[in-house]
């Protein structure tokens, strides 16, 4: 196998540095939340609150935006 030249070697180093920086920012943008929608008053499921870390609005009220 060859050895990598330093373009893909800096390639990888950069997608891992920004895969990390991705990764801190949305652990870190992490708010409190409404369990229910504040527009229409339907539960919003854990899962979409923990995708979006943390909403107030269902899937239904933000289409509609």
Known sequence: ???SCPIDQAT???T???DH??????AS????YSP???ECGVFIPVERQ?????????????GMK
Do not use: F, Y
């Open 1 to 3: 196998m060859k050895p």
């Open 12 to 14: 990888d180093l950069e």
């Open 16 to 18: 891992l540095q920004r």
């Open 21 to 26: 920086a991705i990764a801190h920012q949305l």
């Open 29 to 32: 943008s992490k708010r409190p």
């Open 36 to 38: 229910n929608c504040l």
């Open 50 to 62: 923990n995708i979006l870390g943390g909403t107030d609005i269902c899937v239904d009220c933000a």
